[in-house]
């Protein structure tokens, strides 16, 4: 079974823009009773914490990036990114509306 958890979202308001935290799998399924309950509170977040993201397909990625559109935002920027969801964000030419940054590698700060 697909599943999203909208795990945090911080500094919801229309104003302030806010941030999500998400956790599970990105579907077409889970993007619509994400962006039902976004719009339920009428949250218009700028940023997207992707880390805990399982899996993503073309299809979810799509419906996500036309409720960006739809909701008037530019763009909903997609930080510590699995390479699975930029690359198919690449792939289908959505940078624009659903720019990602990948999550950089662990670095050992104690190595010489």
Do not use: C
């Amino acid at each position: 079974m697909d599943e999203i958890y909208l795990k945090h979202v911080i500094d919801h308001s229309r104003e302030a823009g806010g941030r999500l935290v998400l956790v599970g799998d990105l579907t077409e399924a889970t993007i619509a009773q994400l962006t039902e309950k976004l719009d339920a509170v009428g949250a218009r977040p700028h940023i997207a914490d992707t880390s805990g993201i399982r899996f993503a397909d073309a299809a979810a990625i799509a419906a996500l990036s036309r409720w960006v559109r739809r909701s008037g935002m530019t763009a909903l920027r997609m930080v510590n990114a699995p390479r699975q969801l930029v690359a198919l964000i690449g792939r289908y030419g959505l940078d624009t509306t659903l720019p990602a940054a990948v999550a950089p590698p662990h670095r050992n700060l104690l190595a010489a």
